[in-house]
């Protein structure tokens, strides 16, 4: 049994050491991706943009990913954790669709893109756990681990 958490932890450690890969957090991670710019202008003059704000949720791993659209003004700043500092505003689907009887917002919204490896990489905790328990059968199976050297 010690052998096989051993295992696992050695299985997470590996999952968690790649250099792009964001692991081994507690809590939500944001990314931003600009997807139109629009005509209008924020209240404070700012050029406004059309875009999606990606959320990773973490436990150790990350487990699920989230979103919504997002007004941004463009060209702002950034703080320590890569958020635009208050230049954006959530949207929700009441407000995009009285935006879009305006002429705000273009219909249809144009869809926000994620690679393969953000959806990996997302949902990581459950592929996972699948994953090590594999490697533990197989270690079982093989003998590998079980406590029955120099027994011949």
């Known amino acids: 049994m010690r052998r096989g958490l051993l295992v696992l932890l050695v299985f997470v450690g590996l999952a968690v050491s790649g250099q792009d890969v964001r692991a081994a957090e507690f809590g939500t991670r944001y990314s931003y991706q600009q997807l139109q710019d629009l005509t209008e202008k924020g209240p404070k003059g700012g ?9 990773t949720h973490s436990f150790i791993l990350p487990y ?3 979103g919504y659209y997002a007004l941004m003004v463009k060209g702002s700043g950034k703080d320590l954790n890569g958020r635009p500092l208050n230049v954006y505003h959530e949207l929700s689907p009441e407000k995009i669709e009285q935006m879009q009887r305006a002429g705000t917002l273009p ?10 490896f953000e959806y990996m990489f997302g949902y ?19 003998g590998i681990g079980s406590g029955k050297r120099g027994q011949a």
Do not use: D, E
């Open 47 to 55: 050029a406004l943009a059309l875009g999606y704000v990606s959320l």
């Open 64 to 66: 699920k990913m989230t």
């Open 107 to 116: 219909n249809p919204l144009p869809p926000y893109r994620r690679t393969i």
């Open 124 to 142: 990581v905790l459950w592929w996972c756990i699948p994953a090590a328990l594999l490697i533990i059968g197989m270690f079982s199976m093989l």
